[in-house]
């Protein structure tokens, strides 16, 4: 039994990784957001996209 391996970056608050050399993926915690062959494509996709903060769910206002 083989173990994976992960390629992980960051950019522009969005996750960039590759999954043992296979396509690298745009990703917030969430969704995909598309697939690329290189890592110079992943990653000036992810600069091109607005900056990404995740949002912190069940905060009351008032």
Do not use: I
Request: charged content about 20%; overall charge positive.
């Amino acid at each position: 039994m083989s173990m994976a391996m992960l390629n992980k970056m960051h950019m522009n608050g969005y996750d960039v990784l590759s999954v043992n050399n296979g396509p690298w993926r745009v990703c917030t915690q969430g969704d995909r957001l598309a697939s690329f062959a290189s890592r110079e494509e992943a990653l000036a996709y992810a600069a091109a996209l607005p900056g990404y903060k995740s949002r912190v769910r069940g905060r009351k206002t008032g």
